[in-house]
């Protein structure tokens, strides 16, 4: 049984679609049992898929590109700050 450091790492890192299946199941199957982590990788895709969007979005918005990477970067580092939690 692996400790919740190691699967919020795994979930943060996005590496759970690159791992082999036994250790993707293993990450499923705590976040089945483990209340924290599971909250934790829903903030996440739910943080990523916002991020997506925004990314999305600022690309069609006549925004400069200094002021696109700016807020992509805050966006990245609210990230970040999340995972250190
Ligand atoms: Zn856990």
């Known amino acids: 049984m692996r ?3 190691q699967i919020v790492d795994l ?3 996005g590496m759970e679609s ?3 299946w036994s250790i993707r199941m293993e990450v499923k ?3 089945l049992m483990c209340k924290n982590c599971y ?3 829903k903030q ?3 943080m990523q898929s916002e991020l ?3 990314e999305n979005n600022i690309a069609d918005t006549a925004l400069t ?3 696109k990477k700016r807020i992509q970067q805050s966006l990245k580092l609210a990230i970040h700050e999340t995972s250190n939690d």
Do not use: D, G
Request: net charge positive.
């Open 11 to 13: 979930v943060s890192q």
């Open 39 to 41: 909250r934790y990788a």
């Open 3 to 5: 400790h919740c450091k």
């Open 18 to 20: 690159k791992l082999p």
């Open 29 to 31: 199957m705590h976040l």
């Open 52 to 54: 997506k969007t925004i």
């Open 44 to 46: 996440l895709k739910f």
């Open 65 to 67: 590109e200094t002021a």
